[in-house]
């Protein structure tokens, strides 16, 4: 099992920051991949960035390119969300996930509201 808790969540004005941040526990050594994903409401949940938990790769959502950096700290087993320049269509709970194969991502963080006001 891995546990996901996610922080740093929080409501700031458009064109602000912030910096979302998910500890991981447990069988850590299990994980390939960490993501983000988000939820905003009366909307499904979408995928914003990834990061393989070895090597440098990065995926990342049109939507948040530019803006938006995933990065990791394998010593500390936290993965973070840098999130610059964010619009109120980026309010939405972000929840951090965790694949340990396949392309399934499967363990979830309880996630964290982040609220962009215009």
């Known amino acids: 099992q891995v546990q996901l808790v996610e922080s740093g969540g929080g409501l700031v004005q458009a064109g602000g920051s912030l910096r979302l941040s998910c500890s991981a526990s447990?069988?850590?050594?299990?994980?390939?991949?960490m993501g983000w994903f988000r939820q905003a409401p009366g909307k499904e949940r979408e995928f914003v960035a990834t990061i393989r938990w070895s090597g440098s790769m990065t995926v990342y959502a049109d939507s948040v390119k530019g803006r938006f950096s995933i990065s990791r700290n394998n010593a500390k087993n936290m993965v973070y969300l840098q999130m610059n320049s964010l619009k109120p269509e980026d309010t939405a709970v972000y929840y951090c996930g965790a694949k340990t194969s396949g392309m399934k991502y499967d363990y979830w963080g309880q996630g964290t509201q982040v609220t962009v006001s215009s």
């Open positions: 447990g069988r850590t050594f299990s994980i390939d991949a």
